[in-house]
């Protein structure tokens, strides 16, 4: 199995398991509607597959690795609506979204693991019925960091 023919279910466990390397399997199955055991199942199946190789906290250059990219979404219904952001809330690598004043309606932050997954990302996005319009900038470095 490889990265691209993981399920969205998948990705989310991935996810959780990113954010904290401890988290209890109840833990995970509540966030993706599964039973524990089914959590479990997949978990050791992307072992098998090596797509999970470890449960380690690596700090330092290790943990940013990934791709950060920012799309920028102009609404045709100019949020009159909340089906766009319900949709978004469904895909883990978007970190943040902030509904904006001006030309574009909402400011989303994506942290993928490839260009791969940030090019799926985007189709996913663009494909949403109200989605008029994007704009996508890629970070190349961060310059600055206060979070």
């Known amino acids: 199995m490889i990265g691209s023919a993981l399920d969205g279910i998948d990705r989310e466990i991935l996810a959780a398991l990113t954010a904290d390397a401890r988290i209890p399997l109840v833990a995970i199955a509540a966030r993706v509607h599964l039973s524990r055991n089914a959590v479990k199942q997949r978990m050791e199946r992307m072992e098998r597959d090596g797509v999970i190789a470890g449960y380690t906290v690596v700090p330092g250059a290790a943990a940013a690795r990934g791709v950060t990219a920012i799309v920028m979404i102009y609404r045709a219904d100019r949020m009159r609506d909340d089906r766009v952001v319900g949709a978004l809330r469904g895909i883990p690598e978007v970190v943040r979204c902030d509904v904006l004043s001006g ?42 960091d206060r979070s």
């Not at 989303?108 to 900038?137: C, K």
């Open 103 to 144: 030309e574009y309606d909402l400011f989303v932050t994506l942290h993928a693991a490839s260009m791969d997954r940030i090019g799926e990302i985007w189709e996913q996005i663009a494909a949403l019925p109200g989605v008029e319009n994007t704009v996508t900038a890629v970070s190349l470095t961060r310059a600055i």
